[in-house]
């Protein structure tokens, strides 16, 4: 799929949400706990993804009983997300969360892409994709060394 300027935009907006979300469920959860905060954030998320679904009619949710166990862990997987930034932000702040997270999401994602996990098209893993990781991890240390 080709990208045009609608594509970066919308992808540029998505990375300032997670950047405000962090943050935004970081002092949540510092006034109403961890896992409350989570369930408040996934609460609300799911409530605005029933009005959206609802309002689209795109898709076809009764086929969810079609799909193997492994492909319904993404709501456990975004739990485990969502109350990890909940506890880390207030204690490192959204910066380095988010840092060490996107430098862990492109390598876990390198390493899908190599193997074709999800696809089962493989999207090899080059010198410079792992060149590029590892200036990620330096800039990391540069970010935060005092």
């Given amino acids: 799929m080709k990208m045009n300027l609608f594509t970066y935009v919308f992808l540029i907006a998505a990375g300032i ?9 970081g002092t949540l959860g510092r006034k109403t706990g961890t896992i409350e905060a ?7 998320g799911t409530i605005a993804l029933l009005v959206v679904m609802l309002l689209s009619r795109k898709g076809d949710v009764s086929l969810v009983k079609e799909a193997p166990a ?3 862990t993404g709501g456990l997987l975004g739990a485990f997300y969502i109350s990890v930034v909940i506890i880390l932000v207030p204690k490192i702040g959204i910066g380095s ?27 090899p893993l080059s010198w410079k994709k792992l060149t590029a990781l590892g ?3 330096a800039a990391l240390v540069l970010f935060y060394k005092k």
């Fill in 135 to 137: 200036m990620m991890g």
């Fill in 97 to 123: 969360v988010l840092m060490i997270l996107i430098i862990a999401q492109l390598s876990t994602s390198a390493l899908i892409d190599h193997f074709g996990v999800f696809t089962g098209v493989s999207i």
């Fill in 17 to 25: 949400a997670v950047a405000f979300q962090a943050g935004v469920n």
């Fill in 38 to 44: 989570a369930f408040i954030s996934f609460a609300i």
């Fill in 70 to 72: 492994w492909q319904l």
